[in-house]
């Protein structure tokens, strides 16, 4: 007998007590919002803070715990947001401190929490206090608070060091002094237009310790920290004495980078955090070269939750997913940490692409492969990923199956990276596409007044409104995915998973009453059946105690 197997949705008295439960970041389930790209209230073709709100009903009804934001402060938006001019504004873009405080009060409303983004390691240049170091000349107490060195060579025409920059370039910039004449350099990890806080200086700690207080007056429930593993510098900025030093990324300690002062900042945020009651957290973003170092960050009096970047980056491949996730789990366990999942998010190639392509191209890709091999893969991912021990971020659209678009004009894209020429590939407008809501209209549904990237013609088919309801679709996969996991609250708890036997390729294990197989090959393959099938990310046939399992499909069964 073939079948898909699939489970209803969740209630609505289920989701209104996710925030009454103690410890639920150990297993919740986040959904990262991009804001310009999620609904856009006033017609603009720029998503904001009011079509976030808007649209919170159907994150409750798809099952999600909490929300995480990604940046909407005042922002000359050099680099999405991330270049911050105030970090206590709205930027008018996505509208006021009132549509903030009413978004969070309507998430909590529906039991939902919200984590916003927090940019830490660097600031806009438009920022009142980098106005002020270059306006007020060398010597200014303020140009402490930034990284303002002399340039080496004969006139300081050289920069200080030999970084790079993550874009691409030298990572230092010269400024024309009051005077007009060349003067110092600043250092800028990112665009120059984002120079780097220098986290010795007293008022850079204070300064972030009350913007931490901001936000949770405001009622947040906690902060994803970007370029957590940045902020405190080597002392000297001693040289890397190499080129190409983006390629060293994620495989050695830099000088910049995972720096172990870091870990004093987060202690003392800590400390700022646990003042305030309903169990806030912090989520770190940090490219470390371990995952053992990556649980130096959510030891117990630092951070929750550290982003599981070895994992986002693994091949379907049940040898290596296998070795990453005994690692991850290994790593976290004598911290006390969650494990967390990811498969994508707002920097890299959606996962409905990068498993359409040939394995071994990394995170950022530029060609569409087999659209149809890429969603069933990601389909299985999905449900590999949501029957892990720990938490698991959803990034907007990937519960519609979307592809990256990877063939915008050059003209319409809006990467800083893409025009820097070096550094990253500066493609990460594809998977930062507005998501479609309805079948067709302006931009399906997105906004009455066009989008800020192009949708493609196919977008209407993918919207919600067309997978609606519709059993097998991958919206009603992720809404039935959430409903169980949500039934069944050991399925996030725990640290450990059982293997058990399976084929070459094959990933099958169990966890109390629960099991999960997933296949990863190009071929079907049988297994024994465990039990009563509880959902599968595609077609599979059952027979004399056995389990036929197509290629690249994943199985939930309960023993039970």
């Not at 099952?63 to 922002?75: E, K, M, R």
């Not at 830490?120 to 402490?144: I, M, T, Y």
């Not at 912090?282 to 009096?301: I, Q």
Request: charged share 25%.
């Amino acid at each position: 007998m073939s079948q898909q197997h699939t489970a209803a949705p969740a209630d609505d008295s289920a989701v209104a007590t996710v925030a009454d439960r103690r410890d639920w970041w150990r297993d919740a389930v986040i959904y990262q919002v991009y804001p310009r790209s999620f609904a856009d209230s006033n017609g603009d073709g720029m998503g904001d803070l009011e079509g976030v709100r808007s649209r919170l009903p159907y994150l409750r009804d798809l099952g999600v715990d909490a929300v995480w934001l990604s940046p909407f402060y005042a922002s000359p938006q050099a680099d999405a947001g991330y270049d911050v001019a105030d970090y206590r504004a709205v930027d008018p873009m996505f509208g006021n401190l009132l549509d903030a405080d009413a978004l969070i009060r309507d998430a909590h409303g529906l039991g939902l929490r919200i984590i916003v983004d927090l940019v830490p390691n660097h600031s806009s240049d438009q920022h009142e206090w980098f106005k002020r170091a270059v306006a007020e000349g060398p010597g200014s107490p303020l140009r402490e608070r930034y990284h303002f060195r002399p340039g080496k060579g004969k006139h300081g025409e050289l920069p200080p060091n030999d970084w790079e920059s993550i874009f691409g370039g030298p990572a230092w910039t010269r400024v024309t002094e009051p005077d007009g004449t060349p003067g110092e350099w600043y250092l800028h990890l990112f665009a120059p237009e984002q120079p780097d806080f220098n986290w010795e200086h007293p008022a850079v700690g204070d300064e972030f310790r009350s913007i931490l207080r901001f936000w949770l007056d405001m009622g947040v429930d906690g902060f994803r920290i970007d370029v957590a593993h940045g902020l405190v510098k080597a002392d000297g900025l001693p040289d890397l004495g190499t080129h190409d030093q983006l390629k060293l990324l994620g495989n050695d300690v830099m000088p910049f980078f995972d720096q172990d002062g870091v870990h004093e900042v987060y202690r003392q945020w800590r400390k700022v955090l646990d003042e305030y009651a309903g169990e806030k957290i912090f989520v770190a973003e940090a490219w470390t070269p371990t995952v053992e170092r990556t649980a130096n960050y959510v030891r117990p009096d630092e951070l929750h939750q550290a982003f599981n970047f070895q994992y986002l980056g693994t091949d379907w491949d049940a040898g290596q997913l296998r070795t990453v996730i005994d690692r991850t789990l290994e790593a976290m366990r004598p911290v006390g940490a969650p494990a967390t999942w990811v498969l994508s998010n707002h920097d890299v190639t959606r996962h409905a692409t990068r498993f359409a392509n040939p394995p071994g191209l990394g995170t950022q890709i530029r060609t569409a492969g087999d659209r149809a091999l890429g969603l069933r893969r990601a389909r299985a991912a999905t449900l590999l990923m949501l029957a892990l021990p720990g938490s698991a971020y959803v990034y907007q659209g990937e519960e519609l199956g979307l592809p990256d678009v990877v063939d915008l004009p050059d003209e319409v894209r809006q990467d800083p990276a893409y025009f820097r020429g070096a550094g990253q590939d500066g493609f990460r407008d594809g998977c930062r596409v507005p998501i479609p809501w309805t079948r067709a209209g302006s931009s399906y549904g997105f906004g009455g007044g066009g989008s800020w990237l192009p949708q493609p013609t196919t977008w209407g088919e993918l919207s919600v409104e067309a997978q609606q309801g519709v059993p097998g679709s991958t919206l009603e996969l992720y809404r039935s995915a959430l409903s169980v996991r949500r039934a069944r609250p050991d399925l996030g708890a725990g640290d450990s998973v059982q293997w058990l036997r399976a084929p070459e390729g094959v990933l099958a294990f169990r966890r109390g009453d629960f099991v999960c197989v997933a296949n990863t090959t190009g071929e079907s393959v049988t297994t024994p059946s465990y039990g009563r099938v509880l959902l599968a990310s595609g077609e599979f046939t059952e027979a004399d105690d056995e389990t036929k399992v197509p290629a690249d499909t994943t199985v939930w069964w309960t023993t039970a």
